[in-house]
């Protein structure tokens, strides 16, 4: 019977779906605690593991859950990173300009996108019902820095 979890225990899991670039925020701000003692240390990912995750990120395709832990005390609550410090280090550091996507390793690495039509005035050209005209491009992300991506990445 010491195995076996209580159900009232289980009461206060739950799973949020929160977007990547929140976290990011919210582990600058300092609202996350990323030192917690099952964590390594950030940056231990090979070239290869690094490029792989960046594209898969870019791609908006899934990834790993990042676990957070949160801990009440006297009435305030602290969060701890317990699993993620590298996806969310690495994500950190490209969003910053630090680094930028490499061949080796990368997936996928040219992303298609639509972007809008506009005529000689700047406006979004329409067709005949009205509906924004679209011009389909493919976008490279190698040898690329965050701030040199379209926006819609």
């Known amino acids: 019977m010491n195995n076996i979890i209580p159900i009232d225990v289980t009461d206060n899991y739950r799973m949020d779906k929160i977007p990547l670039g929140s976290l990011l925020d919210d582990m600058r701000d300092g609202k996350i605690n990323k030192k917690h003692i099952l964590q390594r240390k950030p940056f231990q990912w090979t070239e290869r593991q690094k490029n792989k995750y960046l594209t898969r990120v870019l791609n908006a395709q899934p990834i790993p859950e990042i676990i957070i832990c949160e801990q009440t005390i006297n009435g305030k609550r602290k969060s701890h990173l317990i699993d993620g410090l590298q996806r969310l280090s690495y994500a950190e550091l490209f969003r910053a300009d630090g680094i930028v996507v490499k061949s080796d390793g990368a997936e996928f690495c040219e992303i298609p996108y639509k972007e809008y039509v506009f005529d ?16 389909e491009k493919i976008f490279n992300v190698i040898g690329k820095r965050f701030s040199e991506l379209p926006q819609f990445l």
Do not use: P
Not at 120 to 135: K, M, Q
């Open 120 to 135: 000689s005035e700047g406006n979004v050209l329409t067709d005949n019902d009205g509906d924004a005209i679209f011009e």
